[in-house]
């Protein structure tokens, strides 16, 4: 098992910051490949980003790319999300997951069943 905290959302304005971070405990970190992914009201739930099990390789939704960067300090267990010039269509639930798909960490998967576990997720509000 592997459980996963996210923290660092909050209310912002529109255009402003935010830093997304998700702790991981149970299973060695640096075994799973990990995601971001959002829900807003009424939708369903999107990809955000993806990172490899060594953080070698990142991929981006299209609706973020270029705003949001994806990290991971596997010293640390830990998984970030920084989120720049942030619009009121990035509001949502974010959540953070892990892919245990090992020889999949390089590879692009974008589907919220292909990935093992999740955190509980936390709010992010972008006022206009």
């Known amino acids: 098992q592997v459980q996963l905290v996210e923290s660092g959302g909050g209310l912002v304005q529109a255009g402003g910051s935010l830093r997304l971070s998700c702790a991981a405990s149970?299973?060695?970190?640096?075994?799973?490949?990990m995601g971001w992914f959002r829900q807003a009201p009424g939708r369903e739930r999107e990809f955000v980003a993806r990172i490899s099990r060594s953080g070698g390789r990142v991929y981006y939704a299209d609706s973020v790319k270029g705003r949001f960067t994806i990290s991971r300090d596997n010293a640390k267990n830990t998984m970030y999300l920084q989120m720049n010039s942030l619009k009121p269509e990035d509001r949502a639930v974010y959540y953070c997951?892990?892919?245990?798909?090992?020889?999949?960490?390089?590879?692009?998967?974008?589907?919220?069943?292909?990935?093992?576990?999740w955190g509980q997720g936390t709010q992010v509000t972008v006022s206009s």
């Open positions: 997951a892990a892919d245990g798909a090992a020889l999949l960490s390089y590879t692009l998967r974008s589907a919220p069943d292909e990935y093992d576990y």
């Open positions: 149970g299973r060695t970190f640096s075994n799973y490949a």
